[in-house]
């Protein structure tokens, strides 16, 4: 939805995938740590796939399989 509607390149989830589960995930405690929003926890999806080593293109397995 996000990818066709809004004309972005990839979803948010390709994103992720590229990006590292591992790295968003360091990025949303680094700033929850920070600051005690809500909105920056972490999902625990989020924390599953990496425990599991999902993460993302570097592993060939996140949200996608590569």
């Known amino acids: 939805a996000m990818k066709g509607g809004c004309n972005f390149p990839m979803g948010p989830f390709a994103l992720l995938d590229l990006v590292g589960l591992d790295t968003s995930l360091a990025?949303?405690?680094?700033?929850?740590?920070?600051?005690r929003?809500?909105?920056?926890?972490?999902?625990?999806?989020?924390?599953?796939?990496?425990?599991?080593?999902?993460?993302?293109?570097?592993?060939k397995q996140g949200f996608y399989p590569y």
């Open 37 to 59: 929003d809500p909105n920056y926890a972490a999902v625990p999806t989020l924390r599953r796939m990496v425990a599991a080593g999902r993460l993302g293109r570097k592993t």
């Open 27 to 35: 990025i949303l405690d680094a700033l929850y740590d920070e600051f």
